[in-house]
Protein backbone atom coordinates (compact mmCIF):
# COMPACT_ATOMS: atom_id res chain seq x y z
CA UNK A 1 0.00 0.00 0.00
CA UNK A 2 3.01 1.86 0.21
CA UNK A 3 2.90 3.03 -3.27
CA UNK A 4 -0.94 4.32 -2.67
CA UNK A 5 0.48 6.54 -0.09
CA UNK A 6 3.55 8.11 -2.36
CA UNK A 7 0.43 8.59 -5.58
CA UNK A 8 -2.07 10.80 -2.83
CA UNK A 9 0.52 12.69 -0.59
CA UNK A 10 3.87 12.33 -2.77
CA UNK A 11 4.28 15.99 -4.92
CA UNK A 12 4.36 15.40 -8.60
CA UNK A 13 2.00 15.32 -11.92
CA UNK A 14 0.32 12.21 -11.11
CA UNK A 15 -0.73 13.71 -7.39
CA UNK A 16 -1.79 17.08 -9.07
CA UNK A 17 -4.00 15.30 -11.18
CA UNK A 18 -5.56 13.03 -8.96
CA UNK A 19 -6.37 15.36 -6.16
CA UNK A 20 -7.67 18.18 -8.56
CA UNK A 21 -10.14 15.42 -10.31
CA UNK A 22 -10.94 14.24 -6.98
CA UNK A 23 -12.01 17.84 -5.50
CA UNK A 24 -13.88 18.32 -8.56
CA UNK A 25 -15.92 15.30 -9.65
CA UNK A 26 -16.55 15.24 -5.68
CA UNK A 27 -17.56 19.23 -5.61
CA UNK A 28 -20.34 18.17 -8.78
CA UNK A 29 -21.54 15.83 -6.76
CA UNK A 30 -22.21 17.44 -3.88
CA UNK A 31 -23.63 20.25 -6.38
CA UNK A 32 -26.61 17.85 -6.69
CA UNK A 33 -28.07 18.67 -3.35
CA UNK A 34 -30.47 21.20 -3.21
CA UNK A 35 -31.91 23.69 -0.38
CA UNK A 36 -35.63 24.63 -1.07
CA UNK A 37 -35.05 24.30 -4.44
CA UNK A 38 -31.62 25.99 -4.64
CA UNK A 39 -28.12 24.77 -5.42
CA UNK A 40 -24.81 26.26 -5.10
CA UNK A 41 -23.28 24.73 -8.09
CA UNK A 42 -19.77 23.86 -9.20
CA UNK A 43 -19.70 25.96 -5.95
CA UNK A 44 -19.41 22.84 -4.02
CA UNK A 45 -15.97 22.60 -5.87
CA UNK A 46 -14.68 25.51 -3.37
CA UNK A 47 -16.32 23.41 -0.59
CA UNK A 48 -14.74 20.11 -1.66
CA UNK A 49 -11.16 21.70 -2.05
CA UNK A 50 -11.76 22.94 1.28
CA UNK A 51 -12.81 19.25 2.95
CA UNK A 52 -9.44 18.02 0.88
CA UNK A 53 -6.79 19.83 2.13
CA UNK A 54 -8.04 19.77 5.87
CA UNK A 55 -7.93 15.91 5.48
CA UNK A 56 -4.25 16.58 4.39
CA UNK A 57 -4.16 16.26 0.64
CA UNK A 58 -2.91 19.20 -1.06
CA UNK A 59 -0.67 19.70 -4.10
CA UNK A 60 2.69 21.72 -4.69
CA UNK A 61 2.18 25.58 -4.18
CA UNK A 62 3.65 26.62 -7.48
CA UNK A 63 1.75 23.93 -9.45
CA UNK A 64 -1.21 24.96 -7.41
CA UNK A 65 -0.90 29.33 -8.84
CA UNK A 66 -0.25 28.02 -11.88
CA UNK A 67 -3.33 25.96 -12.78
CA UNK A 68 -5.61 28.14 -10.55
CA UNK A 69 -4.83 31.20 -12.90
CA UNK A 70 -4.78 29.23 -15.83
CA UNK A 71 -8.42 28.54 -14.68
CA UNK A 72 -9.43 31.76 -14.52
CA UNK A 73 -8.05 32.75 -17.92
CA UNK A 74 -10.63 29.82 -19.63
CA UNK A 75 -13.15 30.96 -17.73
CA UNK A 76 -13.00 34.84 -18.29
CA UNK A 77 -11.90 34.67 -21.99
CA UNK A 78 -14.80 32.04 -22.39
CA UNK A 79 -17.66 34.09 -20.88
CA UNK A 80 -16.02 36.95 -22.90
CA UNK A 81 -16.38 34.82 -26.54
CA UNK A 82 -20.12 34.25 -25.19
CA UNK A 83 -21.56 38.16 -24.18
CA UNK A 84 -19.28 39.62 -27.08
CA UNK A 85 -21.49 39.82 -29.87
CA UNK A 86 -23.93 41.08 -28.30
CA UNK A 87 -22.12 43.64 -25.76
CA UNK A 88 -21.78 46.86 -27.94
CA UNK A 89 -25.57 46.94 -29.13
CA UNK A 90 -26.14 46.21 -25.16
CA UNK A 91 -25.12 49.54 -24.41
CA UNK A 92 -27.29 51.33 -27.04
CA UNK A 93 -31.14 52.85 -26.27
CA UNK A 94 -32.62 50.34 -23.49
CA UNK A 95 -29.46 48.80 -22.37
CA UNK A 96 -27.38 52.42 -21.61
CA UNK A 97 -30.24 52.40 -18.62
CA UNK A 98 -30.10 49.03 -17.45
CA UNK A 99 -26.04 49.18 -17.45
CA UNK A 100 -26.42 52.68 -15.52
CA UNK A 101 -28.44 50.62 -12.77
CA UNK A 102 -26.09 48.04 -12.43
CA UNK A 103 -23.01 50.64 -12.25
CA UNK A 104 -25.46 51.77 -8.93
CA UNK A 105 -25.84 48.48 -7.87
CA UNK A 106 -21.84 47.86 -7.96
CA UNK A 107 -20.61 51.23 -6.38
CA UNK A 108 -23.35 50.45 -3.77
CA UNK A 109 -21.73 47.22 -2.56
CA UNK A 110 -18.27 48.94 -2.74
CA UNK A 111 -19.49 51.43 -0.48
CA UNK A 112 -20.93 49.47 1.85
CA UNK A 113 -18.27 46.62 2.03
CA UNK A 114 -16.31 50.04 2.69
CA UNK A 115 -18.32 51.24 5.77
CA UNK A 116 -18.25 47.50 7.08
CA UNK A 117 -14.52 48.23 7.26
CA UNK A 118 -14.54 51.35 8.61
CA UNK A 119 -16.89 50.53 11.40
CA UNK A 120 -15.89 46.89 12.56
CA UNK A 121 -11.99 47.08 11.71
CA UNK A 122 -11.81 44.20 9.11
CA UNK A 123 -9.36 44.42 7.04
CA UNK A 124 -9.06 45.59 3.50
CA UNK A 125 -8.04 42.16 2.01
CA UNK A 126 -10.81 40.33 4.09
CA UNK A 127 -13.10 42.91 3.30
CA UNK A 128 -12.67 42.43 -0.63
CA UNK A 129 -12.87 38.92 -0.68
CA UNK A 130 -16.31 38.87 1.31
CA UNK A 131 -17.32 41.67 -1.17
CA UNK A 132 -16.70 39.48 -4.22
CA UNK A 133 -18.12 36.50 -2.36
CA UNK A 134 -21.27 38.26 -1.34
CA UNK A 135 -22.12 39.14 -4.96
CA UNK A 136 -20.90 35.53 -6.19
CA UNK A 137 -18.08 37.49 -8.21
CA UNK A 138 -15.09 34.51 -8.88
CA UNK A 139 -13.21 37.05 -11.64
CA UNK A 140 -12.73 39.52 -8.85
CA UNK A 141 -11.62 37.28 -6.51
CA UNK A 142 -9.02 36.32 -8.97
CA UNK A 143 -8.34 39.53 -9.39
CA UNK A 144 -8.14 40.90 -5.70
CA UNK A 145 -5.81 37.84 -4.84
CA UNK A 146 -3.48 38.37 -7.69
CA UNK A 147 -3.23 42.09 -7.34
CA UNK A 148 -2.35 41.52 -3.38
CA UNK A 149 0.08 39.12 -4.42
CA UNK A 150 2.25 42.02 -7.19
CA UNK A 151 1.99 44.07 -4.08
CA UNK A 152 3.52 42.35 -1.04
CA UNK A 153 4.98 39.17 -2.92
CA UNK A 154 3.04 36.75 -0.65
CA UNK A 155 -0.56 35.90 -0.58
CA UNK A 156 -3.56 36.77 2.06
CA UNK A 157 -5.40 33.91 2.87
CA UNK A 158 -7.86 35.65 4.05
CA UNK A 159 -9.09 36.88 0.57
CA UNK A 160 -10.07 33.53 -0.35
CA UNK A 161 -11.12 32.70 3.20
CA UNK A 162 -13.75 35.41 3.11
CA UNK A 163 -14.96 35.04 -0.63
CA UNK A 164 -15.64 31.24 0.62
CA UNK A 165 -17.47 32.33 3.99
CA UNK A 166 -19.97 35.00 1.99
CA UNK A 167 -20.31 32.88 -1.32
CA UNK A 168 -23.08 30.40 0.23
CA UNK A 169 -25.21 33.27 1.75
CA UNK A 170 -24.51 35.60 -1.61
CA UNK A 171 -26.42 32.85 -3.50
CA UNK A 172 -29.17 32.47 -1.03
CA UNK A 173 -28.95 36.15 -0.15
CA UNK A 174 -29.54 37.81 -4.12
CA UNK A 175 -32.50 35.48 -4.66
CA UNK A 176 -33.63 36.36 -0.93
CA UNK A 177 -33.56 40.23 -2.22
CA UNK A 178 -35.69 39.39 -5.38
CA UNK A 179 -38.76 37.63 -3.32
CA UNK A 180 -38.42 40.06 -1.03
CA UNK A 181 -38.43 42.80 -3.36
CA UNK A 182 -41.64 41.30 -4.67
CA UNK A 183 -42.90 41.76 -1.44
CA UNK A 184 -42.27 45.32 -1.14
CA UNK A 185 -43.42 46.42 -4.37
CA UNK A 186 -46.77 44.36 -4.22
CA UNK A 187 -46.02 42.85 -7.57
CA UNK A 188 -48.81 40.32 -9.13
CA UNK A 189 -47.36 37.77 -11.62
CA UNK A 190 -50.10 37.68 -13.13
CA UNK A 191 -50.74 41.72 -13.83
CA UNK A 192 -46.89 42.08 -14.77
CA UNK A 193 -47.52 39.95 -17.44
CA UNK A 194 -50.49 41.86 -18.31
CA UNK A 195 -48.72 44.86 -18.27
CA UNK A 196 -45.79 43.29 -20.52
CA UNK A 197 -47.92 42.20 -22.85
CA UNK A 198 -49.97 45.70 -23.54
CA UNK A 199 -46.77 47.22 -24.18
CA UNK A 200 -44.05 47.02 -26.97
CA UNK A 201 -41.37 45.03 -25.23
CA UNK A 202 -39.95 44.19 -28.65
CA UNK A 203 -36.62 46.39 -29.65
CA UNK A 204 -36.74 48.37 -32.63
CA UNK A 205 -34.02 46.40 -34.05
CA UNK A 206 -35.86 43.19 -33.90
CA UNK A 207 -37.23 41.91 -36.98
CA UNK A 208 -41.02 41.03 -37.57
CA UNK A 209 -43.18 39.71 -40.81
CA UNK A 210 -46.01 41.78 -41.74
CA UNK A 211 -48.48 42.31 -44.99
CA UNK A 212 -49.70 45.44 -46.62
CA UNK A 213 -51.82 46.18 -49.28
CA UNK A 214 -50.67 48.69 -52.09
CA UNK A 215 -53.13 51.26 -52.74
CA UNK A 216 -50.34 54.13 -52.55
CA UNK A 217 -51.01 55.58 -56.40
CA UNK A 218 -47.62 57.07 -56.59
CA UNK A 219 -46.35 53.41 -56.77
CA UNK A 220 -48.43 51.74 -58.84
CA UNK A 221 -46.68 50.31 -62.04
CA UNK A 222 -42.67 50.48 -60.21
CA UNK A 223 -41.06 47.93 -59.34
CA UNK A 224 -40.00 46.23 -55.84
CA UNK A 225 -35.92 47.54 -56.74
CA UNK A 226 -37.75 51.14 -58.09
CA UNK A 227 -39.83 51.62 -54.70
CA UNK A 228 -37.05 50.97 -52.45
CA UNK A 229 -34.22 53.41 -54.45
CA UNK A 230 -37.44 55.58 -53.75
CA UNK A 231 -37.08 55.48 -50.16
CA UNK A 232 -34.33 53.66 -49.12
CA UNK A 233 -35.48 52.42 -45.72
CA UNK A 234 -34.53 48.57 -44.48
CA UNK A 235 -36.90 46.00 -45.38
CA UNK A 236 -37.03 42.81 -47.47
CA UNK A 237 -40.41 41.66 -49.65
CA UNK A 238 -40.61 38.16 -49.16
CA UNK A 239 -43.60 37.52 -51.33
CA UNK A 240 -46.03 39.13 -53.39
CA UNK A 241 -49.47 38.09 -54.17
CA UNK A 242 -51.09 39.42 -57.47
CA UNK A 243 -54.62 41.19 -57.53
CA UNK A 244 -55.37 37.77 -59.39
CA UNK A 245 -54.90 36.13 -55.94
CA UNK A 246 -51.55 34.61 -57.15
CA UNK A 247 -48.15 34.12 -55.05
CA UNK A 248 -44.88 34.38 -56.37
CA UNK A 249 -41.70 34.90 -54.90
CA UNK A 250 -40.26 38.57 -54.51
CA UNK A 251 -37.57 39.34 -57.06
CA UNK A 252 -36.01 43.01 -57.84
CA UNK A 253 -37.99 43.23 -60.98
CA UNK A 254 -41.49 42.48 -59.89
CA UNK A 255 -44.23 44.77 -60.35
CA UNK A 256 -46.75 44.27 -57.42
CA UNK A 257 -49.36 46.81 -59.10
CA UNK A 258 -53.02 48.10 -57.40
CA UNK A 259 -54.06 45.94 -54.99
CA UNK A 260 -51.27 44.14 -54.75
CA UNK A 261 -50.05 42.49 -51.13
CA UNK A 262 -46.59 41.93 -49.96
CA UNK A 263 -45.11 40.03 -47.20
CA UNK A 264 -42.52 42.06 -45.84
CA UNK A 265 -39.59 42.05 -43.05
CA UNK A 266 -38.44 44.97 -41.18
CA UNK A 267 -37.32 45.93 -37.88
CA UNK A 268 -39.89 46.45 -35.86
CA UNK A 269 -39.15 49.69 -35.25
CA UNK A 270 -39.94 50.94 -39.05
CA UNK A 271 -42.79 48.75 -39.04
CA UNK A 272 -45.95 51.44 -39.14
CA UNK A 273 -43.47 53.77 -41.56
CA UNK A 274 -42.98 51.08 -44.04
CA UNK A 275 -46.96 49.87 -44.17
CA UNK A 276 -47.99 53.46 -44.39
CA UNK A 277 -45.51 54.37 -47.54
CA UNK A 278 -47.01 51.60 -49.34
CA UNK A 279 -50.48 52.03 -47.93
CA UNK A 280 -52.34 50.06 -45.46
CA UNK A 281 -51.51 46.49 -42.89
CA UNK A 282 -53.44 44.07 -43.35
CA UNK A 283 -53.74 41.20 -41.54
CA UNK A 284 -51.17 38.34 -41.88
CA UNK A 285 -51.91 34.55 -41.78
CA UNK A 286 -48.69 32.43 -42.68
CA UNK A 287 -50.68 29.69 -44.91
CA UNK A 288 -51.95 31.88 -47.15
CA UNK A 289 -48.77 32.93 -48.37
CA UNK A 290 -47.60 29.38 -49.56
CA UNK A 291 -46.59 29.60 -53.00
CA UNK A 292 -48.27 27.20 -55.67
CA UNK A 293 -44.72 26.94 -57.37
CA UNK A 294 -43.42 23.65 -55.85
CA UNK A 295 -39.76 24.61 -57.41
CA UNK A 296 -39.57 27.20 -55.14
CA UNK A 297 -39.54 27.04 -51.36
CA UNK A 298 -37.56 28.54 -47.78
CA UNK A 299 -34.39 26.98 -46.52
CA UNK A 300 -32.66 27.70 -43.75
CA UNK A 301 -28.72 27.57 -44.48
CA UNK A 302 -25.89 28.20 -42.17
CA UNK A 303 -22.73 29.48 -43.17
CA UNK A 304 -19.63 27.25 -41.75
CA UNK A 305 -16.83 28.13 -44.79
CA UNK A 306 -14.28 30.22 -43.38
CA UNK A 307 -13.78 32.40 -46.84
CA UNK A 308 -17.46 34.00 -46.31
CA UNK A 309 -16.62 34.80 -42.59
CA UNK A 310 -16.96 38.26 -42.60
CA UNK A 311 -18.28 39.19 -45.80
CA UNK A 312 -21.68 41.39 -46.65
CA UNK A 313 -24.25 39.88 -48.63
CA UNK A 314 -23.34 42.59 -51.37
CA UNK A 315 -20.26 41.41 -51.55
CA UNK A 316 -21.39 37.95 -52.03
CA UNK A 317 -24.20 39.13 -54.83
CA UNK A 318 -26.17 35.90 -53.32
CA UNK A 319 -29.33 37.44 -55.05
CA UNK A 320 -28.45 38.15 -58.68
CA UNK A 321 -25.99 34.82 -59.04
CA UNK A 322 -28.47 32.73 -57.53
CA UNK A 323 -31.71 34.42 -58.11
CA UNK A 324 -32.80 33.79 -54.53
CA UNK A 325 -33.85 36.11 -51.70
CA UNK A 326 -32.24 36.46 -48.33
CA UNK A 327 -34.61 37.53 -45.59
CA UNK A 328 -33.78 37.12 -42.13
CA UNK A 329 -30.49 36.56 -40.37
CA UNK A 330 -30.14 34.80 -37.13
CA UNK A 331 -27.02 34.58 -35.16
CA UNK A 332 -26.95 33.92 -31.42
CA UNK A 333 -30.31 33.39 -31.64
CA UNK A 334 -31.33 36.81 -32.12
CA UNK A 335 -32.72 37.61 -35.38
CA UNK A 336 -31.15 40.32 -37.60
CA UNK A 337 -32.69 41.95 -41.01
CA UNK A 338 -31.03 40.65 -44.19
CA UNK A 339 -29.18 43.99 -44.84
CA UNK A 340 -27.05 44.25 -47.72
CA UNK A 341 -24.15 45.53 -45.76
CA UNK A 342 -24.13 43.02 -43.32
CA UNK A 343 -21.35 40.85 -42.53
CA UNK A 344 -21.87 37.08 -42.27
CA UNK A 345 -19.99 35.04 -39.67
CA UNK A 346 -19.65 31.47 -39.08
CA UNK A 347 -22.41 29.90 -37.39
CA UNK A 348 -24.97 32.48 -38.65
CA UNK A 349 -28.54 30.75 -40.11
CA UNK A 350 -29.67 32.45 -43.05
CA UNK A 351 -33.04 32.00 -44.11
CA UNK A 352 -33.45 31.98 -47.94
CA UNK A 353 -36.44 31.81 -50.25
CA UNK A 354 -35.95 30.90 -54.04
CA UNK A 355 -35.90 28.02 -56.40
CA UNK A 356 -34.45 24.37 -55.71
CA UNK A 357 -31.44 24.42 -57.50
CA UNK A 358 -30.31 28.42 -56.50
CA UNK A 359 -30.98 26.95 -52.88
CA UNK A 360 -28.46 24.50 -53.38
CA UNK A 361 -25.94 26.72 -54.73
CA UNK A 362 -26.47 28.93 -51.71
CA UNK A 363 -25.86 25.83 -49.56
CA UNK A 364 -22.78 24.88 -51.50
CA UNK A 365 -21.03 28.60 -51.09
CA UNK A 366 -22.12 28.74 -47.49
CA UNK A 367 -21.44 25.58 -46.49
CA UNK A 368 -24.12 24.60 -44.86
CA UNK A 369 -22.57 21.51 -42.87
CA UNK A 370 -23.28 21.80 -38.92
CA UNK A 371 -20.05 19.03 -39.18
CA UNK A 372 -17.76 21.83 -39.61
CA UNK A 373 -18.95 23.77 -36.73
CA UNK A 374 -18.04 20.97 -34.54
CA UNK A 375 -14.45 21.21 -35.32
CA UNK A 376 -12.81 24.11 -32.93
CA UNK A 377 -10.62 26.67 -34.19
CA UNK A 378 -7.98 26.68 -31.57
CA UNK A 379 -5.42 29.32 -33.08
CA UNK A 380 -7.79 32.61 -32.25
CA UNK A 381 -8.48 30.80 -28.80
CA UNK A 382 -4.61 30.90 -27.91
CA UNK A 383 -3.65 34.11 -29.93
CA UNK A 384 -6.77 35.68 -27.88
CA UNK A 385 -5.59 34.42 -24.49
CA UNK A 386 -1.80 35.53 -25.32
CA UNK A 387 -3.01 38.94 -26.07
CA UNK A 388 -5.55 39.28 -23.10
CA UNK A 389 -2.40 38.07 -20.84
CA UNK A 390 -0.11 41.29 -22.58
CA UNK A 391 -3.00 43.58 -21.69
CA UNK A 392 -3.85 42.67 -19.13
CA UNK A 393 0.00 43.03 -17.99
CA UNK A 394 0.24 46.62 -19.21
CA UNK A 395 0.40 49.46 -15.91
CA UNK A 396 -2.07 52.06 -16.22
CA UNK A 397 -1.02 55.00 -14.79
CA UNK A 398 -3.81 56.48 -12.55
CA UNK A 399 -3.44 60.43 -10.70
CA UNK A 400 -3.87 59.57 -6.83
CA UNK A 401 -2.96 55.75 -6.79
CA UNK A 402 0.92 55.13 -6.11
CA UNK A 403 0.48 51.87 -7.47
CA UNK A 404 -0.59 51.49 -11.18
CA UNK A 405 -3.88 49.80 -12.13
CA UNK A 406 -3.38 46.64 -14.40
CA UNK A 407 -6.43 44.45 -15.76
CA UNK A 408 -4.76 41.33 -14.59
CA UNK A 409 -5.33 37.73 -15.64
CA UNK A 410 -9.08 38.00 -15.60
CA UNK A 411 -9.87 41.68 -17.09
CA UNK A 412 -7.54 41.49 -19.80
CA UNK A 413 -8.61 38.44 -21.57
CA UNK A 414 -12.02 39.26 -20.97
CA UNK A 415 -11.96 42.64 -22.78
CA UNK A 416 -9.43 41.03 -25.98
CA UNK A 417 -12.69 38.03 -25.97
CA UNK A 418 -14.90 40.46 -26.15
CA UNK A 419 -13.55 42.26 -28.90
CA UNK A 420 -12.52 39.43 -30.70
CA UNK A 421 -15.86 37.67 -30.54
CA UNK A 422 -17.39 41.05 -31.84
CA UNK A 423 -14.58 42.43 -34.35
CA UNK A 424 -13.07 39.26 -35.28
CA UNK A 425 -15.24 38.47 -38.25
CA UNK A 426 -14.75 41.74 -39.68
CA UNK A 427 -11.04 40.95 -39.91
CA UNK A 428 -11.40 37.44 -41.50
CA UNK A 429 -10.98 35.95 -38.24
CA UNK A 430 -13.12 32.59 -37.67
CA UNK A 431 -13.84 33.14 -33.79
CA UNK A 432 -16.88 30.90 -34.02
CA UNK A 433 -17.41 28.05 -31.11
CA UNK A 434 -20.47 25.84 -30.51
CA UNK A 435 -22.34 26.83 -27.22
CA UNK A 436 -21.12 23.11 -25.99
CA UNK A 437 -17.39 24.15 -26.62
CA UNK A 438 -18.16 27.17 -25.03
CA UNK A 439 -19.71 25.74 -21.87
CA UNK A 440 -16.85 22.84 -22.09
CA UNK A 441 -14.50 25.67 -21.43
CA UNK A 442 -15.99 27.73 -18.99
CA UNK A 443 -16.72 24.67 -16.62
CA UNK A 444 -13.26 23.32 -17.09
CA UNK A 445 -11.59 26.82 -16.21
CA UNK A 446 -14.16 27.55 -13.44
CA UNK A 447 -13.77 24.36 -11.76
CA UNK A 448 -10.09 23.98 -11.86
CA UNK A 449 -9.90 27.60 -10.50
CA UNK A 450 -12.74 26.76 -7.41
CA UNK A 451 -10.28 23.70 -6.84
CA UNK A 452 -7.35 25.39 -6.20
CA UNK A 453 -8.82 27.81 -4.34
CA UNK A 454 -10.13 25.82 -2.02
CA UNK A 455 -7.25 23.47 -1.26
CA UNK A 456 -5.09 26.77 -0.91
CA UNK A 457 -7.48 28.43 1.93
CA UNK A 458 -8.46 24.81 3.47
CA UNK A 459 -6.95 25.72 6.86
CA UNK A 460 -7.71 29.11 7.64
CA UNK A 461 -11.35 29.12 6.47
CA UNK A 462 -12.30 25.98 9.80
CA UNK A 463 -10.05 28.21 11.82
CA UNK A 464 -12.27 31.10 10.76
CA UNK A 465 -15.49 29.57 10.29
CA UNK A 466 -15.46 28.45 13.88
CA UNK A 467 -14.37 31.28 15.31
CA UNK A 468 -16.77 34.52 16.30
CA UNK A 469 -15.58 36.43 12.98
CA UNK A 470 -16.46 33.68 10.77
CA UNK A 471 -20.35 34.82 11.79
CA UNK A 472 -19.89 37.79 11.46
CA UNK A 473 -18.16 37.45 7.93
CA UNK A 474 -21.43 35.90 7.10
CA UNK A 475 -23.91 38.56 8.39
CA UNK A 476 -21.12 41.49 6.23
CA UNK A 477 -21.53 39.34 3.16
CA UNK A 478 -25.31 39.94 4.06
CA UNK A 479 -25.44 43.49 4.40
CA UNK A 480 -23.31 43.49 1.22
CA UNK A 481 -25.84 41.08 -0.95
CA UNK A 482 -28.93 42.83 0.06
CA UNK A 483 -28.85 46.24 0.58
CA UNK A 484 -27.77 47.58 -3.00
CA UNK A 485 -29.81 45.05 -4.47
CA UNK A 486 -33.03 46.09 -3.12
CA UNK A 487 -32.55 50.10 -3.14
CA UNK A 488 -31.45 49.86 -6.52
CA UNK A 489 -34.45 47.48 -7.06
CA UNK A 490 -36.93 49.93 -6.03
CA UNK A 491 -34.93 53.01 -8.23
CA UNK A 492 -35.32 50.64 -11.07
CA UNK A 493 -38.84 50.54 -10.62
CA UNK A 494 -40.08 54.00 -9.52
CA UNK A 495 -37.55 55.78 -11.82
CA UNK A 496 -36.33 53.67 -14.40
CA UNK A 497 -40.08 52.53 -14.90
CA UNK A 498 -38.82 48.70 -15.43
CA UNK A 499 -41.09 45.64 -15.03
CA UNK A 500 -40.31 43.37 -12.72
CA UNK A 501 -39.06 40.48 -15.22
CA UNK A 502 -36.60 42.94 -15.87
CA UNK A 503 -35.33 44.01 -12.54
CA UNK A 504 -35.13 40.56 -11.72
CA UNK A 505 -32.55 39.70 -14.28
CA UNK A 506 -30.49 42.82 -13.82
CA UNK A 507 -30.08 42.36 -10.31
CA UNK A 508 -28.92 38.94 -11.15
CA UNK A 509 -26.81 40.11 -13.64
CA UNK A 510 -25.46 42.40 -11.58
CA UNK A 511 -24.62 40.10 -9.27
CA UNK A 512 -23.26 37.68 -11.91
CA UNK A 513 -24.96 34.67 -10.25
CA UNK A 514 -26.70 32.37 -12.49
CA UNK A 515 -28.29 30.61 -10.24
CA UNK A 516 -30.78 33.61 -9.50
CA UNK A 517 -31.09 34.00 -13.49
CA UNK A 518 -32.87 30.81 -13.14
CA UNK A 519 -34.79 31.32 -10.35
CA UNK A 520 -35.83 34.85 -12.07
CA UNK A 521 -36.96 32.63 -15.34
CA UNK A 522 -38.78 30.35 -13.43
CA UNK A 523 -40.74 32.81 -11.92
CA UNK A 524 -41.30 34.86 -15.25
CA UNK A 525 -41.94 32.26 -17.43
CA UNK A 526 -40.06 34.29 -20.50
CA UNK A 527 -37.04 35.85 -21.45
CA UNK A 528 -37.28 39.35 -20.55
CA UNK A 529 -34.76 38.24 -17.09
CA UNK A 530 -32.23 36.37 -19.34
CA UNK A 531 -32.27 39.62 -21.86
CA UNK A 532 -31.55 42.04 -19.30
CA UNK A 533 -29.09 39.96 -17.66
CA UNK A 534 -27.23 39.64 -20.83
CA UNK A 535 -27.00 43.11 -21.56
CA UNK A 536 -25.75 44.12 -17.97
CA UNK A 537 -23.13 41.03 -17.37
CA UNK A 538 -20.04 42.37 -19.49
CA UNK A 539 -19.71 45.51 -17.72
CA UNK A 540 -20.61 44.21 -14.70
CA UNK A 541 -18.16 41.42 -15.18
CA UNK A 542 -15.22 44.31 -15.54
CA UNK A 543 -16.49 47.04 -12.75
CA UNK A 544 -16.08 44.08 -10.70
CA UNK A 545 -12.47 42.75 -11.41
CA UNK A 546 -11.84 46.46 -11.59
CA UNK A 547 -13.42 47.80 -7.98
CA UNK A 548 -11.84 44.38 -6.26
CA UNK A 549 -8.28 45.42 -7.88
CA UNK A 550 -8.74 49.75 -6.59
CA UNK A 551 -9.78 48.20 -2.88
CA UNK A 552 -6.36 45.84 -2.65
CA UNK A 553 -4.40 49.08 -4.20
CA UNK A 554 -6.06 51.74 -1.62
CA UNK A 555 -5.81 49.10 1.12
Not at 361 to 380: A, M, T, Y
Not at 408 to 420: D, E, F, R, T, Y
Request: aromatic share 8%; glycine share 12%; with cysteine.
Amino acid sequence: MEWLKSLFFSEGAAQTIIVLALVISSGFLLSRIRLAGISLGVTWILFSGILFSNLGLGINSETLHFVKEFGLILFVFSIGLQVGPGFFSSLRKGGIKLNMLSFGIVFLSVVVALSVAYFTGTSIPAITGILSGAVTNTPGLGAAQQTYVELNGALDQSIATGYAIAYPGGVLGIIFSLILLRKILSVNLDNEKRRVDETDRQKPGQTVKFAVLLTNKILFGKSLREIKQMFGMEYVVSRVTRESGKVEIAKADVVPGKGGKLLIIASSGDKKSIAAIFGEEIGFIEREWETDDKDFTTRRIIVTKGNVNGRSLTELKLGKAFGITVTRITRAGVDFLAKPDLKLQIGDSLTVIGSNPGLDSVSKLLGNSVKNLREPNLIFLFFGIAAGILLGSIPILIPGISQPVKLGLAGGPLIVAILISRFGPSLKLITYTTVSANLMLREVGISLFLACVGLDAGASYIDTITTRNGLLWMGYGALITIIPLLTMGMISRFWAKLDFFSIMGLLSGSTTDPPALAYAGSVAGNDLPAVSYATVYPLTMFLRVLSAQLLILFS
